[in-house]
């Protein structure tokens, strides 16, 4: 199964990606550079693992699930 994730920055994507990598989930860059396809069943591992890496970079985004296998990193409502 393939987990989509959607940046609000396309900058973000390499680390993001190397983020899951570090954490054992394997993927690769979409193709428009904003974004990162996760090749893992486990999509509350990928939300762990890019707050995680949002948090360490001090980026005001957090991980919101838009369906059944897709993410989007995007700030906080409020």
Same mark, same amino acid.
Request: net charge negative; with cysteine; hydrophobic share 40%.
């Given at each position: 199964? &393939? =987990?989509? /994730? *959607?940046? &609000?920055? +396309?900058?973000?994507?390499? !680390? %993001?990606?190397?983020?899951? *990598?570090?954490?054992? %989930?394997?993927?690769?860059?979409? *193709?428009?550079?904003?974004?990162? =396809?996760?090749?893992?069943? +486990?999509? +509350? *591992? /990928?939300?762990?693992? =890019? +707050?995680?890496?949002? &948090? !360490?970079?001090?980026?005001?985004?957090?991980?919101?699930? /838009?369906?059944?296998?897709?993410? /989007?990193?995007?700030?906080?409502?409020?």
């Amino acid at each position: 199964m &393939t =987990i989509a /994730v *959607e940046l &609000t920055r +396309d900058v973000d994507g390499p !680390e %993001v990606l190397a983020a899951l *990598e570090a954490g054992g %989930v394997s993927g690769e860059l979409a *193709e428009s550079g904003c974004g990162v =396809i996760a090749d893992t069943d +486990d999509g +509350d *591992e /990928v939300a762990r693992l =890019i +707050d995680e890496w949002a &948090t !360490e970079h001090g980026l005001p985004f957090m991980p919101v699930q /838009v369906g059944g296998s897709s993410y /989007v990193l995007v700030p906080p409502a409020g």
